[in-house]
């Protein structure tokens, strides 16, 4: 064998690309079989459980110990449930629970799941601390803005998935939570000082570490405590020293997205592939944006060049192909229930906070009139997944009628007839992230000046709790959220599907 041939198969080792399509594509197919190790699934390639099955029963046919890894969070960030929104709430709303025991049962029903649909590994728990409420891509992908709470439900949430067989992975390494900036499109910076980070972001990391997390995921953050111009996925200053050395993980350690603008802006997708790896990373997710043949050729070939160059030594190379494969090797002990109680719906009614009620509003009898505040999501949140509370009342209160709006349609003002579609009915107010969004300040105050005995429910991170007749915070806008929403607004207990 060459040393070239070596090097390619050590390269594609630590590639996880993502692909197109609810079946292998032929190329994914044959780059397994030829040594390619791993795979990761987007909502795209997910339709039925048995159809995720299939799939990765064909990935295992080409290479049987392929790493088969998804984004599955539960609430808000779903791939298994992208489609019909999630039957299971996210971190913030557990975190607002606070109650381990649920922590790890609700994780470990998604581990079942994941498990059953032949996935390898979870890139959850988000172990960030939302420190700033402004923060455009955590929120409510965290468990809250205490480190002690976050650090025991990150624990919990490890120890749930991985007892089903699947391996976790604590995200986005060093912290994500204290930022003001997305990511997947420019670079922010985290100026905390050590001792800050030791004591809030890092805390959970340390937790996760502790049970025994399989991955952790690296966050394309500007952390200048440690480094002040790589971000940590290009930094070996917080790869190597800090998680390695400091914080002593020994599992896989893999890149956030590495197409995102953070870090693929200034050296391109391939260059920031192979400076990932010099740094310390062990695996390269790719194909969120860039999933065909020729992204996994683009980047297999510059870890390769920058080995033959000199800067990537083949050791750091060989020794991240083995954290990979050691993964892949894991076979976890795990006991399969002979039944399964659900625990999303129950997780999410525990969440429910109702504030300003004094008895004279709730529960509604009469179908109301739903006006539902939709802003953008970031792009860890799949596009028209279903949220809200419009369709689950529907159910309870049979006639009940939604108008959903955007930003772009308030730019003149409120449109004329929605106010007249609440004439005699109740009206409920849907907002999420209001106080992030001031158009939908500017909508709900409207809506309230006409309508005093409006009902609001926030469906993001709750801000002003005195809005409104009554109002409603969930902690999530997962599918069963909007369903415990309705149940709280009728006072009706439904058995919904």
């Known amino acids: 064998m060459t040393r070239s041939t070596e090097l390619l198969r050590l390269a594609d080792t630590v590639l996880f690309p993502g692909f197109l399509g609810t079946t ?70 557990l975190g607002v629970v606070d109650d381990e025991a649920l922590t790890e049962a609700v994780a470990r029903d998604v581990g079942w799941d994941l498990a059953a649909a032949g996935v390898t590994i979870d890139f959850a728990p988000a172990a960030d601390v939302n420190s700033n409420a402004d923060n455009p891509v955590i929120g409510l992908r965290s468990f809250g803005a205490d480190p002690e709470l976050v650090a025991r439900h990150t624990a919990a949430w490890v120890r749930g998935l991985q007892s089903a067989g699947v391996a976790a992975c604590a995200k986005h390494f060093p912290g994500h939570g204290d930022t003001a900036v997305d990511s997947h499109y420019s670079v922010p910076v985290v100026g905390a000082s050590r001792e800050d980070l030791d004591a809030v972001e890092l805390r959970p990391f340390r937790a996760a570490i502790a049970e025994g997390v399989r991955s952790i995921m690296t966050g394309h953050l500007l952390v200048s405590a440690y480094d002040r111009e790589s971000p940590a996925t290009l930094s070996p200053h917080i790869l190597t020293e800090l998680l390695r050395r400091e914080l002593g993980f020994e599992g896989m350690i893999i890149t956030d997205g590495i197409e995102m603008a953070a870090v693929s802006g200034p050296f391109g997708i391939g260059g920031a592939s192979a400076r990932a790896v010099a740094a310390g990373a062990d695996a390269i997710c790719v194909g969120g944006e860039h999933a065909d043949e020729a992204i996994v050729e683009l980047i297999r070939d510059a870890i390769v060049d920058a080995v033959f160059e000199g800067w990537l030594p083949e050791e750091r190379l060989a020794d991240a192909a083995a954290r990979v494969l050691a993964l892949a090797a894991w076979r976890p002990a795990r006991v399969a229930p002979l039944t399964r109680e659900p625990v999303g719906l129950a997780a999410a009614r525990r969440a429910i906070r109702v504030s300003r009620d004094d008895g004279s509003v709730l529960p509604i009898v009469v179908a109301p009139h739903v006006v539902e505040l939709s802003p953008e999501m970031n792009l860890a949140i799949d596009k028209g997944m279903p949220w809200g509370v419009g369709e689950p009342l529907g159910k309870l209160l049979p006639g009940t009628t939604v108008t959903r709006l955007h930003e772009p349609e308030l730019a003149d003002g409120l449109p004329a007839d929605v106010l007249t579609q609440a004439v005699d009915r109740p009206l409920v107010i849907v907002v999420r992230d209001a106080h992030r969004h001031a158009w939908q300040m500017d909508a709900l105050a409207h809506l309230l000046a006409r309508r005093p005995d409006g009902i609001v429910v926030e469906m993001g991170l709750p801000g002003r709790t005195d809005l409104g007749a009554v109002h409603v915070a969930t902690h999530g806008a997962a599918r069963v959220c909007g369903q415990a929403a309705a149940e709280t607004l009728t006072g009706q207990v439904a058995a919904f599907s």
């Open 24 to 93: 292998p594509p032929d190329w994914l197919r044959r780059r397994l079989g030829d040594g390619l190790a791993g795979a990761v699934l987007f909502s795209r390639n997910v339709d039925t459980p048995s159809q995720l099955a299939e799939l990765t029963a064909a990935l295992r046919a080409e290479n049987p110990d392929v790493v088969v890894g998804i984004d599955e969070e539960a609430g808000e960030v779903t791939r298994l449930e992208a489609r019909t929104g999630s039957s299971r709430p996210g971190n913030y709303a």
